[in-house]
């Protein structure tokens, strides 16, 4: 697979240029097919009432109402549900069964009383008004006309969309084509059958799973209005085996309506709305990956574009849900759920989207490493932990009247830090899934420093050749790598605001005063922290430029080695110092742990990025700090520069990132020493600690600072995304990867040829042909010139096709390379010939003179013989055929 990658950043603009000529665009067939589909559930809508009221045959409530009381008590319950207009009520007389169910379009509900319902109204009145309270639930919470417009979408997308597709790749996999075409593309169409199978059972299951909810909705509403819960006293639930329980439980995913004895418990405690359940977190991975997927294959479908929509789904869906599961456990006195365990769900998802689908294995059935696939799951564990711990920040400080701009600050922030990562996967992350495709002497050699790459790979240059791939270190707007300093900016901002009571909780909890602050001590000791962590980084970078520390900078400041290590050291210390001071935080912090290491390193990178530019102003004044010059002055802006546009993004995005991780393995270090002492015997007693609550001058003093911090890193981040828009792009990608790829074989070779002379390179070779011939007949035509009026024509034509030429050898190299290294010099050969041939051509038209003559003849002879050259070698290695003369 990697060859083909290889192939592809070669060749990327003739590979552009070729789709767009010979792509075919199924764009507007998409959106027909989606419009005929979608005006087609719009009917079925209108029509399912109609043909449920004809179906069931049922009868007018006025006519089965024969002593006329059944009106006036619907009409009180319609009253008391609060509906502004009353449904239309009907009667299925031959339903047995003592229920009903409410139906219809939006703007015309309808509720159906089953027969066993209406013939138990006067004997059973609490249960009666019970289930007609739980019909008109739905009317009040408006999900009647939903469910059934899901149902209409759901019916339309099975028979207009799911089942011909079937078909289609069904005939690709085992009729279509011969054996050897099926076998070679077996793993594609296996994969994309697999991926409608999944789809088919994600958006069911997350169906049922939203209609079980919907029932407990109405239930909870019944009830409120004064329903008795006695209508809820369904069949006891029957006690089972291990066994028996799963098969049950499994069952139960499938069905639309909630057990019995969930409906019971959900009246009093309606926990099971704010469960953060495996499998609906896991099917919403799967399902966000499959419909991007089917998204990249519209013509708009950027990099950019699927990264912030799968990252806008994923994390938009599971982090509404958690953030509702931390307001109800903040809010019920409850544990606070993690978050981690809701972004390994999630993760889980996506993954095993990439793994069923041709996303990562492309035409195999499995890719080559697909531990690689763990680095998404990696990214959604870390932002939903900060989801979890940022809610229950933002909730407990939050001063606004409605929790919405708080949840959509406390999303948008992961969301945007996931579609980094995942830009960072489109472009890349996907060739890892089959092998590593770089070399480190080609990683260092594309920075274009001087020198590079170095003879001898110190062990410096193996990390900063490992590093410059990594996800965080693409500088330009467009990667989202600044996304990463909101992960510690905006906690910060939480802590930063005055506490005192929410607007928005005493619409909930009129009795409770104010929930506790996120942090007992504020952001002092968060300060004080992140402080000594820039200590400790102003002592790395110390020590690491008195490493560098030579007597004579002049000799080898110019040198690629020393200007790259000169780079990267400043940004390998400040992640490190990074790293560690959020290891240490989350090791001895109990709560909030990954939020408190965050907050944490980012003030050390601010430190560490102030530090650095100070060292680098001041280059010549510090004695053994000097590196890059003997010369003790403040240096301009214009050398301290290169800073802001390439170390500050590494610094300020690999590193939030670099301390993400490092926040886990304190967090795991500090959980296992807490566990030491209790093996050991020993039992750590809490010490008795009188915190005094701070000063107000005091407190406000911490509030401003943090506020200051947050300033300070906006600014940062905001002025070196503007300074380094054009940092790396401008990396020759070609030159980082590992040229090394295996032989094809002697009919593969035949078929790289074919496809290459086809889309274009035997079209480029005819060109030049012309070109030939074209020159041919304007320099004889200066020959034979009789007047000097002749010969000035000549020329000018001669200059024209000087002129063609060099747009046709121009276009020539823009194409393809030829797949086989022996036809590749020839190729290249024959462009390096007409290249010279139009140079010449040219100087001989402006300047015609016996020499210019004579060296554009000999150029004419070999760039003509290397037309005949790379025709020979098409037509020998059976890529074309020769005309018979």
């Keep these: 697979m990697n060859e083909y990658y290889i192939q592809y950043t070669r060749n990327a603009p003739a590979f552009e240029a070729c789709t767009a000529q010979y792509r075919q665009d199924f764009d507007e067939v998409s959106f027909g097919v989606g419009a005929v589909a979608f005006a087609v559930a719009v009917a079925l809508y209108w029509l399912l009432p109609v043909w449920k009221t004809r179906r069931s045959k049922v009868a007018s409530l006025d006519v089965m109402d024969v002593h006329g009381t059944l009106r006036p008590l619907l009409n009180e319950?319609?009253?008391?549900?609060?509906?502004?207009?009353?449904?239309?009520?009907?009667?299925?007389?031959?339903?047995?069964?003592?229920?009903?169910?409410?139906?219809?379009?939006?703007?015309?509900?309808?509720v159906c009383l089953d027969g066993g319902l209406i013939a138990t109204s006067d004997t059973q009145r609490d249960r009666f008004r019970a289930v007609v309270l739980h019909e008109l639930g739905h009317l009040h919470n408006r999900d009647v006309g939903v469910?059934?417009?899901?149902?209409?979408?759901?019916?339309?997308?099975?028979?207009?969309?799911?089942?011909?597709?079937?078909?289609?790749?069904?005939?690709?996999?085992?009729?279509?084509?011969?054996?050897?075409?099926?076998?070679?593309?077996?793993?594609?169409?296996?994969?994309?059958?697999?991926?409608?199978?999944?789809?088919?059972?994600?958006?069911?299951?997350?169906?049922?799973?939203?209609?079980?909810?919907?029932?407990?909705?109405?239930?909870?509403?019944?009830?409120?209005?004064?329903?008795?819960?006695?209508?809820?006293?369904?069949?006891?639930?029957?006690h089972c085996g291990v066994g028996p329980r799963l098969v049950t439980r499994f069952v139960e995913l499938w069905r639309t309506h909630p057990s019995w004895a969930l409906r019971r418990t959900s009246l009093t405690n309606p926990k099971a709305l704010f469960a953060l359940e495996g499998l609906p977190l896991f099917l919403t991975g799967l399902a966000a990956d499959i419909f991007v997927w089917h998204y990249a294959s519209l013509s708009f479908g950027t990099s950019l574009a699927r990264a912030l929509l799968l990252a806008g789904l994923v994390v938009g869906i599971g982090g509404?849900?958690?953030?509702?599961?931390?307001?109800?456990?903040?809010?019920?006195?409850?544990?606070?759920?993690?978050?981690?365990?809701?972004?390994?769900?999630?993760?889980?998802?996506?993954?095993?989207?990439?793994?069923?689908?041709?996303?990562?294995?492309?035409?195999?059935?499995?890719?080559?490493h697909p531990e690689a696939l763990l680095i998404l799951v990696a990214a959604l564990v870390l932002v939903m932990t900060w989801t979890a711990q940022n809610a229950e920040w933002w909730i407990r400080s939050w001063r606004?009247?409605?929790?919405?701009?708080?949840?959509?600050?406390?999303?948008?922030?992961?969301?945007?830090?996931?579609?980094?990562?995942?830009?960072?996967?489109?472009?890349?992350?996907?060739?890892?899934?089959?092998?590593?495709?770089?070399?480190?002497?080609?990683?260092?050699?594309?920075?274009?420093?001087?020198?590079?790459?170095?003879?001898?790979?110190?062990?410096?240059?193996?990390?900063?050749?490992?590093?410059?791939?990594?996800?965080?270190?693409?500088?330009?707007?467009?990667?989202?790598?600044?996304a990463g300093v909101l992960l510690w900016v905006l906690p910060l901002l939480a802590l930063a605001t005055r506490r005192r009571r929410p607007t928005w909780l005493a619409g909930v909890l009129?009795?409770?005063?104010?929930?506790?602050?996120?942090?007992?001590?504020?952001?002092?000791?968060?300060?004080?922290?992140?402080?000594?962590?820039?200590?400790?980084?102003?002592?790395?970078?110390?020590?690491?430029?008195?490493?560098?520390?030579?007597?004579?900078?002049?000799?080898?400041?110019?040198?690629g080695p020393f200007q790259l290590a000169h780079m990267m050291w400043p940004v390998l210390v400040i992640c490190g110092a990074m790293a560690l001071t959020a290891a240490v935080v989350a090791a001895v912090t109990k709560s909030a742990w990954l939020l408190n290491g965050l907050v944490a390193a980012g003030i050390t990178a601010l430190l560490g990025a102030g530090a650095t530019y100070l060292l680098m102003r001041t280059d010549g004044c510090l004695g053994p700090l000097n590196t890059m010059t003997n010369t003790c002055r403040w240096w301009p802006n214009a050398v301290a520069g290169p800073l802001v546009k390439e170390e500050l993004p590494y610094a300020l995005a690999l590193g939030t990132l670099v301390a993400g991780i490092a926040t886990f393995a304190g967090r795991g270090a500090g959980l296992l020493l807490r566990r030491l002492p209790s093996r050991t015997g020993h039992h750590l007693t809490a010490q008795p600690t009188t915190q005094r609550?701070?000063?107000?001058?005091?407190?406000?003093?911490?509030?401003?600072?943090?506020?200051?911090?947050?300033?300070?890193?906006?600014?940062?981040?905001?002025?070196?995304?503007?300074?380094?828009?054009?940092?790396?792009?401008?990396?020759?990608?070609?030159?980082?990867?590992?040229?090394?790829?295996?032989?094809?074989?002697?009919?593969?070779?035949?078929?790289?040829?074919?496809?290459?002379?086809?889309?274009?390179?035997?079209?480029?070779?005819?060109?030049?042909?012309?070109?030939?011939?074209?020159?041919?007949?304007?320099?004889?035509?200066?020959?034979?010139?009789?007047?000097?009026?002749?010969?000035?024509?000549?020329?000018?034509?001669?200059?024209?096709?000087?002129?063609?030429?060099?747009?046709?050898?121009?276009?020539?190299?823009?194409?393809?390379?030829?797949?086989?290294?022996?036809?590749?010099?020839?190729?290249?050969?024959?462009l390096a010939r007409h290249e010279q041939l139009a140079a010449a051509c040219r100087t001989l038209s402006m300047h015609p003179s016996s020499a210019t003559t004579q060296a554009a003849t000999a150029a004419y002879e070999e760039a003509f013989d290397s037309t005949d050259a790379i025709i020979n070698w098409l037509a020998e290695t059976g890529a074309i055929r020769r005309k018979s003369s």
Aim: proline share 8%; net charge positive; with cysteine.
């Design 77 to 110: 319950l319609v009253a008391v549900a609060g509906l502004t207009r009353s449904p239309r009520f009907v009667v299925e007389p031959a339903a047995p069964t003592a229920s009903a169910v409410a139906f219809g379009r939006w703007r015309r509900p309808t």
């Design 147 to 238: 469910t059934y417009a899901t149902i209409a979408l759901w019916r339309v997308f099975l028979l207009l969309v799911l089942l011909p597709f079937v078909a289609v790749m069904l005939d690709n996999l085992l009729f279509s084509g011969t054996p050897d075409s099926r076998g070679r593309y077996a793993p594609f169409n296996t994969h994309v059958l697999v991926f409608s199978g999944l789809t088919v059972v994600a958006v069911y299951l997350t169906r049922a799973g939203i209609l079980r909810n919907r029932e407990i909705y109405a239930d909870l509403m019944a009830t409120r209005w004064g329903a008795s819960r006695e209508a809820w006293d369904g069949p006891a639930p029957q």
């Design 320 to 368: 509404v849900a958690l953030w509702r599961a931390v307001l109800y456990a903040l809010l019920t006195g409850q544990p606070v759920p993690s978050g981690w365990i809701v972004g390994l769900w999630l993760g889980s998802g996506v993954v095993v989207g990439q793994l069923a689908g041709p996303g990562s294995s492309s035409n195999h059935w499995l890719p080559a």
């Design 400 to 482: 606004g009247r409605s929790l919405g701009p708080a949840m959509f600050l406390g999303l948008a922030v992961p969301t945007l830090v996931l579609a980094s990562v995942l830009c960072w996967w489109y472009v890349l992350g996907e060739t890892v899934t089959h092998g590593w495709p770089f070399t480190t002497a080609g990683l260092l050699g594309a920075y274009g420093t001087p020198g590079m790459p170095p003879a001898h790979i110190g062990p410096l240059l193996e990390v900063v050749a490992v590093v410059s791939v990594l996800p965080g270190t693409d500088a330009t707007i467009e990667s989202l790598w600044w």
């Design 510 to 559: 009129p009795e409770t005063d104010a929930l506790p602050a996120p942090h007992p001590s504020g952001p002092g000791r968060l300060l004080a922290a992140g402080l000594a962590g820039g200590l400790v980084c102003w002592a790395g970078l110390a020590i690491a430029l008195a490493h560098m520390h030579t007597p004579n900078p002049a000799a080898v400041r110019m040198t």
């Design 693 to 830: 609550r701070l000063r107000k001058v005091e407190q406000r003093s911490a509030r401003l600072l943090a506020a200051a911090v947050v300033a300070a890193g906006i600014g940062t981040t905001v002025l070196t995304v503007q300074t380094s828009a054009p940092a790396h792009s401008s990396r020759p990608p070609e030159l980082m990867l590992n040229q090394s790829t295996p032989a094809p074989s002697a009919l593969m070779a035949r078929i790289q040829g074919q496809a290459w002379a086809a889309v274009g390179g035997l079209d480029h070779v005819l060109a030049f042909y012309r070109a030939e011939r074209d020159y041919d007949t304007a320099f004889k035509a200066g020959e034979d010139a009789t007047s000097d009026a002749q010969f000035a024509t000549a020329m000018g034509q001669l200059r024209t096709t000087c002129d063609r030429m060099a747009q046709l050898t121009k276009q020539a190299d823009a194409y393809f390379t030829v797949p086989n290294p022996a036809g590749q010099q020839v190729w290249s050969r024959a």
